[in-house]
């Protein structure tokens, strides 16, 4: 019996998914992309998942697998590759859609390559910690093909427009340094230290109040499409919830007796 494609593990609230095609550099082909949606999807659902980490060992993703992509074009039409293509693609999308959804964090933890679809992937998690050897590449114009994953949704809302352009159209590899100047990740640490100080957001993260932070999370997920005034009336509603549940009156309590919030998750 094979190994799982993507492993998954809990610990007091987080759940860590790691990517598990070690030999393949976790580049994505059909196996990994059914067992990466099916394990995104059942995070978010799973009531007991307060954040979600998510791996890939040595590599984080070294985007598509190539010759698997080559052996899916050969001996077919260019309207069969097309057709075959987009629904590849549009099996893989439900984990952006999942990732970004979802009403509890996301973290990224990043090591070796992030490319292609793995600089995606990043980019749809809420928060990315990287080992100052990752090294991150957008890629697609290298094999002739255009981004997806959301890349070309998230990137220019992150880096700007101009240098989206420049990441997407010359495929350059960059740094992990880079990626932080850039605030494609929140924090570089020592390639050693990289699970110890994922561990370290995961767990202050999990003890957060999680209404709260589903709620901080959809407000600026969707602050670009809203105007001002749209955004301030969702900014009052949100925060009244807040008011009207427990955390509120713990973080109040915590605050005055001037010691740390105990957060009941719910």
Request: proline content about 4%; some cysteine; glycine content about 8%.
């Amino acid at each position: 019996m094979s190994e799982a494609l993507v492993l998954a593990g809990d610990e007091a609230g987080v759940r860590t998914l790691t990517l598990n095609r070690p030999k393949a550099l976790n580049a994505l082909d059909q196996g990994l992309t059914e067992a990466l949606r099916d394990a995104v999807l059942a995070a978010e659902a799973d009531p007991r998942v307060r954040v979600v980490v998510l791996q890939g060992g040595e590599h984080f993703m070294a985007g598509g697998d190539l010759k698997w992509f080559r052996g899916l074009v050969e001996g077919h039409s260019a309207d069969e590759n097309r057709v075959r293509f987009e629904r590849f693609i549009n099996e893989v999308h439900p984990v952006i859609v999942s990732l970004r959804r979802m009403p509890k964090p996301v973290v990224a933890s990043i090591s070796g390559a992030a490319a292609g679809f793995g600089l995606s992937l990043a980019l749809a998690c809420d928060l990315a910690v990287a080992a100052d050897t990752a090294y991150f590449t957008l890629a697609y114009s290298l094999i002739g093909v255009s981004p997806d994953g959301g890349s070309t949704f998230a990137l220019p809302r992150i880096v700007g427009l101009k240098k989206a352009m420049e990441i997407a159209l010359l495929g350059e590899r960059f740094s992990a340094a880079t990626a932080l100047g850039l605030g494609i990740v929140n924090q570089v640490v020592p390639a050693a230290e990289l699970a110890a100080a994922t561990r370290k957001l995961a767990a202050r993260l999990a003890a957060g109040p999680a209404a709260a932070y589903a709620r901080t999370k959809a407000l600026l997920n969707t602050s670009s499409s809203h105007s001002l005034e749209t955004q301030l009336q969702r900014e009052a509603e949100a925060f009244a919830l807040c008011a009207s549940e427990p955390d509120f009156i713990e973080g109040l309590d915590a605050f005055a007796a001037k010691r740390k919030a105990r957060f009941s998750g719910t």
